[in-house]
């Protein structure tokens, strides 16, 4: 959706800061939907004013593209930490991931509960609580980010019909079908990313789960996990959003009480620590930043050529210093063959030498550069979505090749299509033509419900 660079902010008396600017990628075709998410984005999270959310410190458009100034968190996604905590042997402690879900939760139950200058509820439900958008700095502050899909009073782009918004492993069942969403769908978000840091996936891990939730049956949580901590994720991830905890800040608090038992060090120190010991040493690479002109790549074919030429060449090239004395030859070259000065007659002229003939050198192989093949041109798509009661758990043949199980969003080729589903009874529903056009997006996808 956008493209994120590292910048400094310039003020008066030789004030800076560095920032993150965050620029939406142009797009064709999208009515501007993009534009308003991006917008909204700016607009929710503006109001936002909590420590442990990622700001927004200025919005604006340069070349036709909006673009975002955001606070800039010198650290890491919460879901890189843990793949490298893992293959390093060093997985995130207990008691730092149930710190980190604490303070996910605070500033979740302050998004849910703000309101606008008026005092009316803005009713913000973020929609993508994921480990991605969970960002822990090098000195243990966690941040909350990415408020893009964010649900909230008053956006510019409505959620279409038929459109579920979010990441599927932590999409609660009411978000999956599209239902009524509240404080506690985040909960349930915040509760499959608690069992992610610690067990390396999420509680909703593939298709299958979010089907058997949908019918009815609980997650099944990784047995390795502490009892208490099992309790936690088990009350949160609820299918009946009724029996979750009522809000953010009551889960955080329910994290908070574990912490002593599992961690005994101050969390916000033991959290840099773990991220200085997994994490590479920063690095900044100027001519990569925005603006900068990129150091010229070094060209590897004019020393090849050189190479091919005979060493006989190389031992006749004798090179000089500027001032005129001869350069030391390097060590690992071959000394060069002595030449006797030519004998002289008793006229004083030199007689010419008698040198022993030398093979000329071979010509170096003429350098065949490929011209590059043209590029691909790019494959259009676009998206189809089949859910509904009657298909739930159903498997999906499109084109005669299986593509998993309904409820499911799939991208394909622009064109018709011969979709089909075979329920768990048997019963065939379909074949069906449907046409898939490069209008059907995201936000506006070809549905088949039933």
């Known amino acids: 959706m956008a ?266 120190t033991a959290l840099s620590q773990w991220v200085k010991q997994i994490s590479p040493v920063a690095t900044v690479h100027p001519e990569r930043s925005r603006g900068a002109t990129p150091k010229p790549k070094r060209r590897w074919w004019p020393l090849a050529a050189l190479a091919t030429v005979p060493v006989i060449v190389a031992i006749a090239v004798v090179s000089r210093s500027p001032g005129g004395e001869t350069a030391t030859p390097a060590r690992d070259s071959p000394p060069a063959e002595r030449v006797e000065p030519a004998p002289v007659t008793p006229s004083g002229v030199e007689a010419p030498a008698v040198l022993p003939a030398v093979e000329p050198p071979k010509p170096a192989p003429a350098l065949v550069v490929k011209k590059p093949a043209p590029p691909a041109a790019p494959l259009v798509t676009g998206v189809l979505t089949i859910g509904g009661e009657s298909l739930l758990r159903g498997e999906v043949f499109i084109d005669g090749v299986s593509r998993g199980f309904a409820p499911t969003r799939l991208e394909l080729p622009v064109g018709p299509h011969r979709v089909e589903v075979i329920g768990r009874d048997g019963v065939r529903r379909g074949p069906r033509e449907l046409t898939v056009s490069r209008q059907h997006t995201q936000s506006s996808p070809l549905a088949w419900e039933e």
């Open 3 to 268: 493209e994120v660079w590292l910048a400094t902010a310039h003020g008066e008396a030789g004030f800076t800061r560095r920032v993150a600017i965050k620029q939406l990628f142009p797009r064709d075709g999208d009515g501007g939907a993009f534009e308003r998410m991006f917008l909204d984005e700016a607009r929710i999270t503006s109001r936002l004013h909590h420590a442990s959310i990622v700001s927004i410190l200025d919005f604006g458009v340069e070349d036709g593209r909006p673009f975002q100034v955001l606070e800039l968190v010198e650290g890491f996604d919460a879901w890189r930490l843990v793949k490298w905590g893992r293959e390093q042997g060093k997985p995130l402690p207990v008691g730092l991931a149930l710190h980190l879900c604490a303070v996910v939760g605070h500033a979740l139950h302050f998004a849910h509960v703000a309101v606008d200058d008026e005092g009316a509820p803005l009713r913000i439900v973020h929609r993508d609580v994921s480990p991605q958008n969970v960002l822990v700095s090098r000195s243990g502050d966690v941040k909350l980010s990415d408020f893009g899909i964010a649900f909230a009073e008053g956006r510019a782009e409505k959620t279409v019909g038929g459109v579920a918004r979010g990441k599927p492993a932590y999409m609660a069942p009411e978000q999956a079908v599209r239902g009524a969403m509240d404080g506690r769908t985040d909960v349930f978000g915040l509760g499959c990313v608690l069992h992610a840091l610690l067990a390396g996936e999420s509680a909703l891990r593939d298709e299958n789960s979010l089907v058997d939730l949908l019918a009815g049956v609980e997650l099944k949580l990784d047995p390795s996990l502490p009892g208490p901590v099992r309790e936690v994720i088990a009350r949160a991830t609820r299918r009946n959003k009724a029996e979750r905890y009522d809000t953010a800040e009551a889960m955080a608090l329910a994290c908070t009480q574990l912490i002593p038992a599992f961690l005994a060090d101050e969390p916000r």
